[in-house]
């Protein structure tokens, strides 16, 4: 059976007196800042961790207050002594008490802090990596990237459901600018943040020539939880990217190392979103001077072509007039020229015509008597040798078949010739036929 009930307040003191029995001391602890913060009336409230070493995860977590008359104290002693003001990311080493209150529950109060156990290793590491990337070259690499004219195509890495993207999206739509940009989700927070970062920008780089620039943007959030921008890993990637990088990943008093070595760091998505909004009026105005300029520009100069373009058409025409009239001239002298020469040229002709044609009447009249010299010769050549001349002479044509024999081997006995003499013809019939040397054999024997 349970015992008599008793209220919350009455639990809440109990465990008050326990605590203060069981901790009545004060505790040097050390421990890292995740977050600290003063308020209006001078209280510096803080969130202290606990990592386990080589990693971020947490190993424990609590708030802690330094009241206001210490606080004054305490800060000028540990900014004098360290030459940095009490931040988040250091390690301190801090004296605490611990005390319970019924309504606001547990909590640390810090009265002392050793200034000797400086930054601490979240800070260090910070320090490491910003010297690292330093020494390598790569700090300064994304800010000394030429700035697009106009960026309007955005690779942006954030959660699809942070409040902060949806911010976002809503003041590049009412902005009245063409943006255009894809979302490559991303987890933000936790232990798997940096590698899904770094997938997203893998993402990006796969399509680099599609996008001007890249935002890299989340919501609100604990402090500590921003301990993957921190990273050298995503840092690096983040500084050697061939876009102008923009985050908007913070708060006011938060400044990560990604935040450093990208192209521009504000503190929020809206800022990011203004910022772009900022850029795209300074390059349109730009734009439109310039536009303006180019009109202006463009009537000045057509005015001026226009002017020139009618001096040269006024001295292209005196011009071509004068030499047009000189042309004339020349051809009417050319023109004279070419007549006289033409009549001097058809005078010679015409003598040398004339000249020609009595020689040539002279040697054809020359020509004409020798040929017909010659004809009479061959007239009288012909009278020789026409067969009639030679039967009048006392000669006789033999013929066999129609054709004359000039040949007695053209004839054979029993052939019948013809045998034709002046005054008529006799027709014989061959007996023998005997050549001239058998005739010769005959008479000599």
């Known amino acids: 059976m349970f015992a008599s009930p008793i209220s919350l307040s009455e639990f809440n003191a109990l465990v008050k007196d326990v605590l203060n029995e069981a901790f009545p001391e004060k505790y040097w602890v050390t421990a890292e800042i995740a977050e600290c913060k003063t308020n209006a009336s001078g209280h510096c409230y803080l969130e202290l961790i606990e990592k386990k070493a080589g990693s971020d995860q947490l ?16 800060s000028a002693q540990f900014q004098l002594s360290t030459g940095v003001a009490l931040s988040r990311g250091q390690k301190v080493l801090i004296e605490v008490s611990l005390t319970f209150h019924e309504l606001y529950g547990m909590s640390l109060v810090i009265t002392d802090i050793d200034p000797a156990y400086t930054l601490g290793d979240w800070a260090k590491r910070r320090q490491e990596i910003l010297l690292r990337l330093k020494a390598d070259g790569v700090l300064d690499l994304n800010k000394e990237l030429p700035w697009p004219l106009l960026p309007q195509r955005l690779a942006v890495i954030s ?9 976002f999206c809503v003041q590049l739509k009412e902005s009245g600018f063409a943006y255009q940009w894809q979302l490559f989700p991303a987890i933000m927070q936790g232990e798997q943040a940096e590698s899904s970062i770094l997938q997203a920008l893998d993402a990006i780089l796969d399509k680099a020539d599609h996008f001007d620039v890249v935002i890299l943007i989340r919501g609100g959030g604990a402090t500590a939880d921003l301990s993957c921008f921190d990273s050298y890993e995503l840092c690096a990637s983040l500084a050697q990217f061939p876009l102008p990088v923009l985050t908007g990943i913070g708060h006011e008093r938060d400044e990560s190392v990604a935040d450093i070595v990208a192209y521009r760091a504000l503190k929020t998505p809206t800022a990011v979103a203004e910022f772009l909004n900022g850029k795209m009026m300074d390059n349109w105005e730009q734009l439109s001077d310039y536009q303006n300029y180019l009109e202006q520009y463009t009537q000045q100069f057509l005015r001026r072509e226009k002017q020139t373009l009618q001096l040269f058409a006024h001295q292209l025409k005196s011009s071509t007039d004068g030499q047009v009239h000189r042309q004339r001239m020349e051809l009417q002298k050319k023109t004279l020229h070419l007549q006289t020469y033409s009549q ?37 050549t012909l009278k020789m040798y026409n067969p009639q001349e030679q039967l ?19 004839l054979q006995a029993g052939d019948s010739i013809e045998v034709r003499f002046r005054d008529g013809s006799l027709l014989s019939q ?3 036929v005997k050549s001239s040397s058998e005739r010769k054999s005959s008479s000599e024997e």
């Open 344 to 380: 001097r040229s058809c005078q010679q002709q015409q003598q040398k015509l004339s000249t020609f044609k009595e020689s040539l009447h002279q040697r054809s009249l020359r020509q004409i008597e020798v040929n017909k010299h010659a004809m009479a010769l061959m007239q009288t």
């Open 430 to 432: 061959v007996k023998e």
């Open 392 to 410: 009048q002479r006392g000669y006789s044509l033999t013929l066999h078949r129609g054709k004359i024999v000039k040949s007695v081997q053209a």
């Open 159 to 167: 959660s699809a459901t942070a409040a902060g993207y949806e911010d």
């Open 59 to 74: 190993l424990a977590r609590s708030k802690a207050v330094i009241w206001a008359n210490v606080w004054y104290f305490l």
